[in-house]
């Protein structure tokens, strides 16, 4: 098992930005597909972005491309997502997801989830 804690959230105005981070414990030695997933008030769950397992290839969904870039510090064990020129519209919790198989966005069908961190853009 590897367990997700995200961080980083909170409020902001729009145009400004935020930096999440995703620390990684447990089997964090392994190697695996990691996203980021929202889900805003009265909306369905969506897929941000995501980072195959070594880190090769990135997905962006069309609401944040150019704005949010996903990276990984594999020393820290830790995901991150740095989010700018933010909007009123990405308001949401966002979580961070593991899998140790590669999942394409926008499927969520990642194994490991965190608990989430709001964010709001006002």
């Known amino acids: 098992h590897v367990q997700l804690v995200e961080s980083g959230g909170g409020s902001v105005q729009a145009g400004g930005s935020l930096k999440l981070s995703c620390a990684a414990s447990?089997?964090?030695?392994?190697?695996?597909?990691m996203a980021w997933f929202r889900q805003g008030p009265g909306k369905d769950r969506e897929g941000v972005a995501n980072?195959?397992?070594?880190?090769?290839?990135?997905y962006y969904a069309d609401s944040v491309k150019g704005r949010f870039t996903i990276s990984r510090d594999n020393a820290k064990n830790t995901l991150y997502l740095q989010m700018n020129s933010l909007k009123p519209e990405d308001t949401a919790v966002y979580y961070c997801?593991?899998?140790?198989?590669?999942?394409?966005?926008?499927?969520?069908?990642?194994?490991?989830w965190g608990q989430g961190t709001q964010v709001t853009v006002s």
């Open positions: 997801a593991a899998d140790l198989t590669e999942v394409t966005l926008p499927s969520a069908k990642y194994k490991y």
């Open positions: 980072l195959n397992s070594d880190g090769s290839n990135t």
């Open positions: 447990g089997r964090a030695d392994r190697q695996y597909c």
